[in-house]
């Protein structure tokens, strides 16, 4: 079993959950809920995945906060 870090955000747009894997090449999706996207991101590793493990471009870090006054 693995694990990835997705990003996501809403787009003001559309309304729509939109996520993608850093550093993983061609994993981005997209849903109306959470539970969708997470449905739809999932489908997309598998899928990349079946073509055997492949090396990632970057490696999550983490998030973090910029206070500008």
Request: a negative charge; glycine letters at 10%; aromatic letters at 6%.
């Amino acid at each position: 079993m693995r694990t990835y870090t997705a990003i996501i955000e809403k787009c003001p747009d559309t309304g729509l959950f939109v996520g993608y894997i850093p550093g993983l090449r061609g994993a981005h999706s997209q849903g109306v809920t959470l539970d969708e996207l997470n449905h739809n991101l999932k489908e997309v590793v598998e899928l990349i995945l079946e073509d055997g493990e492949p090396e990632l471009e970057t490696e999550f870090v983490g998030a973090q906060s910029v206070i500008v006054a």
